[in-house]
């Protein structure tokens, strides 16, 4: 055989070794990309990861490592994935926004403004640019100048390396909370493949133990499945539990490997629903479905109840909501039934996501926002009222809120509880952290020597007390504008402590007049929460409503009012009131 003939042999040899190499290759990234439609992040990654190794790996195999990290909740590699997806010339836009949000959650707050502005910049979205960039001055702001009221710890005896969250108290037996720790030996054969960690189970905890809630043989083949359950809440008799179950729904068949013709999976979606559960005899069981269940079309979950017992509050992606989910409630009817669900309001709900509700003994709803200025991620607030009449809700602020996901806040008096967070330095994944707050001494000056005069003084111009904050259309909650103005005019209160100061609020004409008298009430009752918050005593602030009364902008025809018109007209203007006696 002739030298030239060799070498055409061995040329081709080659190549068939390359082509195979490459099928190969090709097979090992549908097969990730198959378990990543079916949510099976942790399966899929150490495929994709594998396909990395080489010297110019493809920019989808990176991007999909870092949404594998992002979606398994390990924002510090997800980070690391997506500054490397970003550097090909064919990355995707919304790999610069998921950059921004790791870089974010990781408090790297001016790295993240950076991304930030280059993601809403090249998709034209300047308003929701704003709103990040708020964030991330709010998240500087509010961290340089923390609560001082709040002691926060994490609870060791909760904790663990896993995820660990949703504390709820259980009667008086001590708390309920959900975890993926691996419980016996049946979790260690269980495994969610969209973590690599057991499903999420209930576990009670007193100060002898932490053990698995008890569950009768139905229970046990309810959440033994392959499926999360949790978070629960109860009743104030600790005989009733609502239960989230987070359940899989078959969206069609999908081959898995072309290499076997006979093996399918089903491509599913995942969602919410709420079970209903007695106890007796220590043991829970009698598993009853809530009745606007719907997994099919959308998610139903994370329950509380009013202490009463009459409303069920919960999360739902259900139509007829403000944005992605929304708290929505149901009341309780005379022959014991759940009447229709009705959204609790865009006072409490926006375009984003609300989620996690709790309700305190004074019947007040805590809950978790990403769509309400905050620092990042799910910021938890709080609001007053019930069902769809609330105060405008507060922010919590920085220790207990972070540039993570903040949520789940436990507590029965507001002066300790727990709450939930998956920021940096926990123990595992979420985590769950107890706190104390003590509402801080407003200072007092020191009284004159001598009393020259009756009424106190003013150490200021009383021209100088003079603030006004601006609200978007038919909403009342404080924007990251208006709360830069009110901080300012929370700093000159406290230093000046006699001080009084009205609000006095209005709205723009686009609606009845009744209906903007009410609007104006909540515009009030708005900013006087956010001040007392900052630790403005309430006999400081008085209020005023007015409507559609003394228009800045009085337009010949007020359908012809341009919106910059509308927007001076919805304000709350802050004057000095004297001082106290």
């Not at 979790?187 to 100060?207: E, P």
């Amino acid at each position: 055989m002739s030298n030239m003939k060799k070498i055409q042999i061995f040329l081709v040899l080659i190549q068939c070794v390359t082509l195979v190499s490459a099928q190969e290759q090709l097979s090992k990234k549908q097969l990730a990309d198959k378990l990543f439609e079916r949510y099976e992040y942790y399966k899929a990654l150490n495929l994709y990861l594998p396909l990395t190794d080489k010297n110019n790996p493809d920019v989808r195999v990176v991007e999909r490592v870092a949404d594998c990290y992002r979606l398994m909740n390990d924002s510090k590699n997800a980070g690391n994935w997506y500054a490397n997806a970003i550097t090909y010339y064919n990355a995707q836009a919304i790999d610069w926004y998921y950059y921004a949000e790791a870089l974010l959650q990781n408090n790297k707050l001016k790295e993240a403004r950076t991304q930030y502005t280059a993601y809403y910049n090249s998709v034209g979205k300047p308003e929701e640019l704003q709103f990040k960039l708020a964030t991330c001055d709010s998240a500087a702001k509010w961290m340089a100048a923390p609560n001082k009221g709040y002691t926060i710890n994490q609870d060791k005896k909760l904790n663990g390396i896993y995820a660990e969250w949703g504390v709820t108290y259980y009667g008086g037996n001590g708390v309920v909370f959900t975890s993926d720790r691996i419980a016996g030996s049946e979790d260690a054969k269980q495994t969610d493949n969209r973590t690599g960690n057991a499903y999420f189970k209930l576990f009670r905890a007193n100060k002898d133990s932490v053990l698995l809630l008890p569950m009768s043989s139905e229970g046990g083949k309810i959440f033994n499945g392959d499926y999360h359950a949790g978070p629960a809440t109860f009743n104030a008799a600790a005989d009733t539990a609502w239960i989230t179950i987070t359940t899989t729904v078959p969206r069609g068949k999908l081959p898995v490997d072309k290499r076997d013709k006979g093996s399918h999976q089903r491509l599913y979606t995942r969602r919410l629903m709420l079970m209903m559960a007695t106890e007796k005899d220590g043991v829970w069981g009698i598993f009853k479905n809530f009745a606007y269940n719907n997994i099919k079309a959308y998610s139903v979950g994370h329950a509380a109840l009013s202490p009463d017992g009459s409303l069920l509050y919960f999360t739902s992606d259900m139509p007829g909501g403000e944005g992605g989910t929304d708290i929505w409630y149901c009341q309780k009817q005379s022959d014991g039934s759940w009447g229709k669900p009705a959204n609790c309001g865009n006072t409490i709900n926006t375009k984003g996501d609300e989620a996690f509700p709790v309700i305190r003994n004074d019947g007040d709803l805590e809950f978790s926002s990403d769509g309400l200025p905050g620092m990042g991620g799910y910021d938890l607030f709080e609001a007053k009222g019930k069902m769809a009449e609330w105060s405008t809700p507060v922010n919590h602020r920085y220790p207990v809120n972070s540039t993570a996901d903040d949520f789940y806040f436990l507590t029965a008096d507001g002066l300790s509880g727990y709450f939930s967070s998956n920021r940096a330095g926990g123990a595992g994944n979420d985590d769950i952290y107890s706190f104390k707050y003590q509402p801080q001494a407003q200072p007092v000056m020191p009284a004159p020597p001598t009393v020259i005069v009756s009424t106190p003084k003013p150490l200021f111009d009383p021209q100088d007390i003079h603030a006004i904050i601006y609200y978007d259309l038919d909403k009342s909650n404080i924007r990251p504008d208006a709360a830069a103005e009110l901080d300012k005019l929370a700093e000159v209160l406290k230093a000046n402590p006699l001080v009084k100061v009205k609000l006095a609020s209005y709205t723009d004409v686009r609606a009845s007049g009744n209906y903007n008298i009410g609007l104006s009430k909540r515009r009030s009752e708005s900013a006087i929460a956010y001040l007392v918050k900052q630790g403005i005593a309430p006999a400081r602030l008085s209020a005023g409503w007015f409507g559609e009364e003394n228009l800045v902008a009085d337009c010949p025809d007020h359908s012809s009012c341009t919106e910059a018109q509308h927007q001076l007209n919805r304000r709350t203007e802050v004057v000095y009131d004297g001082v106290l006696k």
